[in-house]
């Protein structure tokens, strides 16, 4: 049995993958959120740039790899592709279960994909400094290693829960020359009136972008850099898919059900749409598609598919999406990376279309999920990967108990290295399920933006 598929430097794609021209129906695009009108590609150039905006806006199926970005991906691209066949003993199933795997980068996880693409379009510009949020401090990371690789000063607006979790996550961006702050923070407005509210705040994904984006505005050498949800970061991603589908041929099988977790959508629309392709054309039009997010901030199964802001304070372009409502603070889980309260649009639109299932978990059986992955096949995963991980689980057993054999293929979006405190508090039986209550996301939801008649 082949147990992994390693790729060459030549096998790199030198072409990302859009899925915006292949989508069942037109994305509803964003707003200005000063007009709540269309947003206009210019009215992001103080915010991003200007390479960013135009693979935001790009309906190209194919958008070329620049030679330069291509050169550092060969730093840890290709990553491999894994037969988990140990842990399919472990559960005694018919299926053959697959990961890709994606803790092989610099910092430890798949954002370095986008990462170094956006700060090697900001030196090119001339942008001296970047800014960013970070909740479980993998995109905080990310942007470090890449800003240094190219010369900018990163600061990053960490999520005090994760701040306090994972220390170590600080030492490494720290390591790669990036300051780092316990958002929220008092050096920003957003930041302030966040804490005149509530001095005990441990943050939100949303708040960071607020406090990243009110800095970058305020400099004229600074741009923002997002790690999730928009078209861009989704574009970017997709070499993960490209590369998997490589492997699948080269393994001599196609799978049955591409599987992810969810905060934004990045890692997932990175593997999946690939693969989605080929069955909004036709070519494999019975792969299912499955989104595993936490029960602490249910945004695909139970959030609302409306216009909404991607911060707290209300600075960034409203997009059309599974919200939980911007002011949505979620418990604080140690998957720091998924409590985030919106996801992709293109993510919306196609679970919306039927096209993707999504799921949701307790911390706790996430955990399971992990400590027999970690006793089947060695790796000790990302708490935000165990959630695809447990999603496999759940379809491994399922194709035992149907009595059929089932491909599954799911994405490890990074190792959990750092993740070691929440372990020892799973091992100590102390690890709570944080949940959230229909009147609180309901109370979250009633202060949406209204879009302008036009939009």
């Known amino acids: 049995m082949l147990k992994r598929v390693l790729l060459s430097e030549n096998d790199l794609p030198d072409r990302w993958y859009n899925i915006l021209p292949d989508l069942p129906a037109p994305l509803p695009g964003p707003l200005n959120p000063m007009t709540m009108a269309p947003l206009q590609p210019g ?4 915010l991003l740039p200007r390479k960013v905006i135009e693979d935001e806006f790009t309906r190209e199926r194919w958008v070329e790899i620049p030679d330069r970005v291509r050169e ?12 988990a066949e140990r842990l ?4 005694d199933t018919p299926a053959h279960i697959y990961f890709k795997y994606e803790g092989v980068s610099p910092s430890g996880s798949h954002k370095p994909n986008t990462a170094v693409v956006q700060a090697y379009y900001a030196a090119e510009e001339g942008v001296r400094r970047l800014t960013t949020e970070t909740g479980a401090g993998q995109w905080g990371s990310a942007l470090s290693f890449a800003g240094a690789l190219f010369g900018l000063e990163v600061n990053v607006y ?42 005990d705040s441990l943050g939100s994904i949303g708040i960071a972008i607020s406090e990243a984006v ?65 069955r909004l054309d036709g070519a494999h039009p019975g792969t299912r598609f499955v989104a595993a997010e936490p029960e602490a901030c249910p945004t695909l199964t139970r959030g609302k598919l409306a216009y909404d802001f991607a911060d707290t304070a209300g600075l960034t372009p409203p997009l059309y999406m599974h919200t939980l409502g911007h002011e949505f603070i979620p418990g604080p889980i ?13 993510l919306c639109l196609l679970k919306e279309h039927g096209l993707i299932e999504a799921r949701a978990y307790a911390q706790t059986d996430v955990f399971d999920a992990a400590i027999s992955f970690a006793r089947s096949e060695g790796f000790v995963i990302a708490p935000e990967s165990s959630h695809g991980l447990k999603a496999a689980i759940v379809e491994a057993v399922a194709a035992k108990e149907a ?17 070691l405190a929440a372990f020892d508090s799973y091992l100590a039986g102390t690890l709570q399920n944080p949940t959230v209550t229909d009147q609180q996301i309901a109370e979250s939801l009633s202060d949406l933006p209204t879009p302008a008649a036009s939009a």
């Open 334 to 346: 140690h998957a720091g990376g998924l409590r985030y309260h919106g996801d992709a649009p293109s």
């Open 43 to 46: 009215d992001l150039a103080d």
């Open 72 to 83: 550092v991906y060969k730093i840890w691209r290709p990553s491999p592709l894994v037969r």
């Open 214 to 278: 009110a800095d970058a505005l305020s400099r004229d050498d600074t741009k923002f850099a997002l790690g999730s949800i928009m078209n861009n970061v989704l574009l970017h991603q997709s070499v993960i898919g490209l590369e998997a589908k490589k492997q699948m041929e080269i393994m001599g099988e196609y799978p049955d059900v591409v599987i992810g977790c969810v905060g934004g959508g990045s890692n997932y629309a990175g593997l999946a749409y690939p693969f989605m392709q080929d």
């Open 88 to 91: 399919e003993r472990a559960l």
């Open 403 to 419: 009595g059929e054999e089932r491909v599954v293929l799911f994405n490890i979006s990074g190792h959990g290295n750092f993740d």
């Open 158 to 199: 960490m999520v005090k829960a994760s701040f306090e979790q994972k220390p170590y996550r600080k030492s490494l961006m720290r390591s790669w020359g990036a300051e780092v702050f316990a958002s929220p923070t008092e050096r920003t407005e957003a930041g302030r009136a966040i804490l005149a509210k509530d001095p």
